[in-house]
């Protein structure tokens, strides 16, 4: 396609799919200055916007760099995502002081004390490509630095585990039943080759290779490797506790981090991500809720979208990205902002959110 092809194209997406922010922030000027080679740079980053108009960022970085070297195009976008106002500078600050508010959700009602809790966190080393331009190889060998690294976190009491590799060969593979098994019990990510926008990406390319997952004893504490970003390490608990869950995650966390090399970060977007959506904190931090009433026994989510919207927060079934309310009307629920708020901040929000739909669905 030429250039003007190209900016029709996307002019066409812009009309059709107004949620689109490839689309919508599309720099054609920018677009047109730009040599071949960084063109071809900036089409790899949106493809999966063209080809999947339906998608809401419609963006990928390939190298960490990207966010430099395209923040003509990317920035926009990321501002209008993360709603921060274009005269305000960004700078991602941190804060894991996860002893500075009391968030425990079974203080508010004995109901919310088995709740199913969940954080991550999206890390990718400086070292390598992101995930849509790694090869197979880079995959591969990017895997073995991770695996070196659980066996060294098998020997914290906290933390000791096992790492569960499903690439063909792999000193640490598991069969297909046990890799069923793993995603059956919610620990270990799916088959990503079915992912339309993580295909145009590049993210899921060479599936199996370079994928598996790190799971603690207690089955607390998991890291995904080689899904969306080169890593998503998680805490997961029942409880309500959630300042136990965030402390958990950022203890095993930080016992990863002296194993590792260093992470892509930038002073303006914090942890540097495959998707804009997960810039900042990277974190995505969510608790399972039964709420009958706001969701017609789970039948209908406009109510609690709408409620969740207006409380900072985002409504997705239970199954995950795209998956329906689950039996009872249980929904996930999480703060929407990972950039320009810290981590402790996203806790607050969650257990001010979670406080407030559930007044709601007891009223
Ligand atoms: N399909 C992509 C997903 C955006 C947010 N979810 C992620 N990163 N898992 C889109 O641009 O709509």
Request: hydrophobic share 40%.
């Amino acid at each position: 396609m030429t250039p003007d092809q190209i900016i029709e194209q996307i002019g066409s997406i812009r009309t059709a799919q107004p949620q689109n922010l490839m689309a919508r922030h599309f720099n054609a000027a920018f677009f047109r200055s730009l040599d071949d080679q960084k063109r071809q740079r900036l089409m790899e980053i949106i493809a999966s916007g063209m080809e999947n108009p339906d998608s809401q960022m419609g963006a990928y970085a390939m190298h960490s760099e990207d966010y430099d070297l395209f923040a003509p195009m990317l920035d926009p976008m990321i501002r209008d995502f993360h709603a921060i106002p274009a005269t305000t500078p960004i700078a991602q600050q941190h804060d894991w002081n996860t002893t500075a508010q009391d968030c425990d959700l079974g203080e508010i009602d004995p109901r919310l004390k088995e709740v199913s809790m969940r954080v991550r966190v999206a890390r990718n080393l400086a070292s390598f490509p992101l995930p849509g331009a790694m090869s197979k190889d880079q995959r591969i060998e990017f895997e073995n630095i991770a695996s070196g690294a659980f066996m060294k976190l098998i020997n914290d009491p906290a933390f000791g585990g096992q790492y569960l590799s499903i690439t063909p060969g792999s000193p640490h593979e598991i069969d297909a039943a046990e890799y069923d098994r793993r995603v059956s019990a919610h620990q270990m990510f799916k088959d990503m080759s079915g992912d339309p926008y993580l295909n145009v990406a590049g993210i899921s390319a060479d599936w199996p290779f370079g994928r598996g997952m790190y799971v603690s004893e207690a089955q607390d504490f998991l890291v995904w490797v080689g899904e969306e970003d080169h890593l998503r390490v998680m805490t997961m608990l029942r409880g309500g506790n959630l300042n136990t869950l965030f402390a958990h995650l950022h203890t095993g966390l930080e016992h990863l981090q002296t194993l590792l090399p260093a992470f892509a970060t930038s002073t303006a977007y914090g942890n540097l991500t495959s998707c804009p959506t997960n810039l900042g904190a990277g974190m995505r931090a969510s608790l399972h809720l039964q709420l009958p009433n706001l969701t017609e026994n789970g039948t209908d989510l406009t109510r609690v979208k709408q409620e969740a919207k207006s409380l900072g927060l985002a409504v997705r079934g239970a199954g995950g990205e795209h998956s329906g309310a689950g039996e009872g009307g249980l929904v996930d629920i999480s703060p929407s902002a990972r950039l320009g708020v810290t981590e402790m901040e996203i806790m607050q929000r969650l257990y001010d959110g979670a406080a407030a739909l559930w007044k709601l669905e007891t009223a």
